[in-house]
T-cell receptor, first 108, second 118 residues
Framework: RKEVEQDPGPFNVPEGATVAFNCTYS??????FFWYRQDCRKEPKLLMS???SGNEDGRFTAQLNRASQYISLLIRDSKLSDSATYLC?????????FGPGTRLSVLP | GAGVSQSPRYKVAKRGQDVALRCDPI?????LFWYQQALGQGPEFLTY????????KSGLPSDRFFAERPEGSVSTLKIQRTQQEDSAVYLC????????????????FGPGTRLTVL
């Protein structure tokens, strides 16, 4: 079993839709959690950190469930520019483990 | 300010050739990471430096892979006797470790080097 798992998608959604991604991790010692965004042929960029209490940044909401070892990302009112691959990242110490990514296509 | 830079951006090598990939981290960043990203996959950890010390090289796939950061700044990833399965994007990331244990450091990625081994 891989350390970090994600549904690869693709998720094809119309503009304005709400879409949610889940990510599961296997290492219970994991300390920190992130969502990164990666555009085609570009480097990953930090979208948001994920805190135990859940956190929101504009149209994006991240949740962490330590008991079930999963992280979620919710995107509301999706825009064409949200089309990208979303990478779940789990960290313990200086060890960062990336999931395979979930591809999102927002359609006009 | 300048971000992480990598060179070359693209490299085509013949099987068996040696290659060297360079990473210039953000100035002052202590931590430096190398990742390998195959098509359609997430980045896979290769190795990690704190200043000039290579603290973790558990992700290097074979002894053909070697990384160094002799002065704690620029890093080079060397692949000897390249094989077709080495074809991937090699990403470098740097971060500035937080003094607070509760914080975790954002990694800033370079644009990557796309290596194609023929």
């Amino acid at each position: 079993r891989k350390e970090v798992e994600q549904d690869p998608g693709p998720f094809n959604v119309p503009e304005g839709a709400t879409v949610a991604f889940n990510c599961t991790y296997s290492n219970s010692a994991s300390q920190s959690f992130f969502w990164y965004r990666q555009d085609c042929r570009k480097e990953p960029k930090l979208l948001m950190s994920v805190y135990s209490s859940g956190n929101e940044d504009g149209r994006f909401t991240a949740q962490l469930n330590r008991a079930s070892q999963y992280i979620s990302l919710l995107i509301r009112d999706s825009k064409l520019s949200d089309s990208a691959t979303y990478l779940c990242v789990v960290n313990y110490g200086q060890n960062f483990v990336f999931g395979p990514g979930t591809r999102l296509s927002v359609l006009p | 300010g300048a971000g992480v830079s990598q060179s070359p951006r693209y490299k085509v090598a013949k099987r068996g050739q040696d290659v060297a990939l360079r990473c210039d981290p953000i100035s002052g960043h202590v931590s430096l990471f190398w990742y390998q990203q195959a098509l359609g996959q997430g980045p896979e950890f290769l190795t990690y430096f704190q200043n000039e010390a290579q603290l973790d090289k558990s992700g290097l796939p074979s002894d053909r892979f070697f990384a160094e950061r002799p002065e704690g700044s620029v890093s080079t990833l060397k692949i000897q006797r390249t094989q077709q399965e080495d074809s991937a994007v090699y990403l470098c990331a740097s971060s500035l470790p937080s003094k607070r244990l509760a914080d975790t450091d954002t990694q800033y990625f370079g644009p990557g080097t796309r290596l194609t081994v023929l």
